[in-house]
């Protein structure tokens, strides 16, 4: 990942909740989140009971990039974990390589209370794997507790603006049983957010959290059921994914007395699929 904003604006707009969650790379300057959607029909522009259907015909997936944790540290030439003390919106954490650990078969993201501080953990694909369109797929299991802020996301590759954005998958630790399924752009200087959300009753155990990014639309997943669609408006730049534990912040608050540490935010797998073409 890389410094990690979140500004959370919440309304109420035909029976749904939009907010507002920006994180951004080390490289790249914080901005104003105040702006909101000022257009929710173009926003919200999702179908029911329906896709949105591409004007070209489709290939198969092909699975491009595969990491399960086999191994007994983390593979570099895939992921960065990232070290950095900086942060922003008022989150707590600082991102320490060493919470970030393989063992058992798995990707573990620790969130740690350490005196006066907290530290926790971040990986990311940047500078190993970009890419432009593709399927998403992480299985993986999260904690809960006051100011935990797991999340799973792509973000632009080039550095150039911190949108657009695309949560795969977001929760908070007061709330664990929503999770959050987001797109985040920027359209004539108004950052507009779009989103949906689905109720996991059991989230201490693995789920499969997934995201088809395509020309023409994305698409969310849960488990391999399809949560919701919006059409593809500017997401149309390489990006890189990036998965972390953070802690504190405006939208998740600061963790309390009832929070419970270390946390770990688990993940079992990642793949990543191209479209094949035809």
Not at 25 to 33: G, L, M, P, S
Not at 160 to 167: A, C, G, R, T, V
Not at 218 to 245: C, H, Q, S, V
Request: proline share 3%; aromatic share 12%; net charge negative.
């Amino acid at each position: 990942m890389k410094t990690k904003v979140f500004l959370m604006f919440c309304l109420v707009v035909i029976s749904s909740s939009l907010f507002v969650s920006s994180k951004m790379n080390d490289d790249q300057q914080n901005t104003n989140r105040n702006d909101v959607i000022d257009d929710i029909e173009e926003a919200y522009n999702i179908t029911n009971n329906s896709t949105i259907k591409s004007q070209e015909k489709q290939g198969e997936w092909k699975l491009v990039f595969e990491e399960d944790f086999s191994g007994t540290s983390l593979a570099t030439e895939k992921w960065e974990a990232l070290g950095r003390k900086k942060n922003f919106n008022n989150e707590l954490q600082e991102y320490r390589p060493e919470n970030a650990v393989v063992r058992d078969g798995r990707l573990f993201l620790t969130g740690r209370k350490e005196r006066d501080r907290y530290t926790s953990g971040l990986v990311q694909t940047r500078k190993k794997f970009e890419f432009l369109y593709g399927k998403v797929e992480v299985k993986a299991k999260y904690p809960s507790g006051k100011g935990l802020f797991p999340a799973i996301w792509l973000l632009r590759a080039d550095g150039k603006d911190s949108l657009p954005e695309i949560d795969i998958f977001e929760a908070i630790g007061n709330e664990p049983q929503i999770a959050y399924f987001v797109k985040h752009w920027r359209h004539n200087g108004t950052l507009r957010t779009v989103h949906d959300t689905k109720e996991i009753k059991n989230h201490q155990e693995d789920h499969v959290f997934a995201v088809e990014w395509e020309k023409e639309a994305i698409r969310w997943f849960l488990d391999g059921n399809l949560i919701f669609e919006t059409r593809n408006r500017d997401a149309n730049y390489p990006m890189y994914l990036i998965m972390n534990l953070a802690i504190g912040g405006n939208w998740p608050g600061n963790p309390n007395a009832s929070t419970v540490f270390p946390a770990e935010f688990s993940i079992d797998y990642v793949k990543i699929f191209e479209r094949e073409e035809r």
